[in-house]
Nanobody
Framework: QVQLVESGGGLVQPGGSLRLSCEMS????????IGWFRQAPGKEREGVSY????????YYGESVKGRFVVSRDTAGKTVYLQMNNLKPEDTAVYFC???????????????????WGQGTQVTVSS
């Protein structure tokens, strides 16, 4: 059974850092790729970052480039999202998701993913 579980969210002050984790079961990153998305109240789900199964080429949304770093563990069971220099506009529920294969759309299109975690809340506020 495919499952993804996010953790690591919380309340942080502007300029602070958080590291999110996405633990997966029922599959490994040897064959699938993972995206991070976020959704703020009243807004559409936004692609934040993406890591391929080889981890050779990460992708980032324009709003987080230079501040967020995506990585994976060597066992292929956990993907991380290191978030630095957080801003109030980063406040959202963050999700990890497994991308459909074969790919059906660009990495930042939520419709291209068919398994999602439950999300973890990130709040950036002073």
């Amino acid at each position: 059974q495919v499952q993804l579980v996010e953790s690591g969210g919380g309340l942080v002050q502007p300029g602070g850092s958080l590291r999110l984790s996405c633990e997966m079961s029922g599959f490994t990153l040897d064959y699938y790729t993972i995206g991070w998305f976020r959704q703020a109240p009243g807004k559409e789900r936004e692609g934040v970052s993406y890591i391929s199964n080889s981890a050779s080429r990460p992708y980032y949304g324009e709003s987080v480039k230079g501040r967020f770093v995506v990585s994976r563990d060597t066992a292929g069971k956990t993907v991380y999202l290191q978030m630095n220099n957080l801003k109030p506009e980063d406040t959202a529920v963050y999700f990890c998701a497994r991308r459909r294969y074969p790919f059906t759309s660009t990495w930042d299109d939520p419709a291209g993913y068919n398994y999602w975690g439950q999300g973890t809340q990130v709040t950036v506020s002073s």
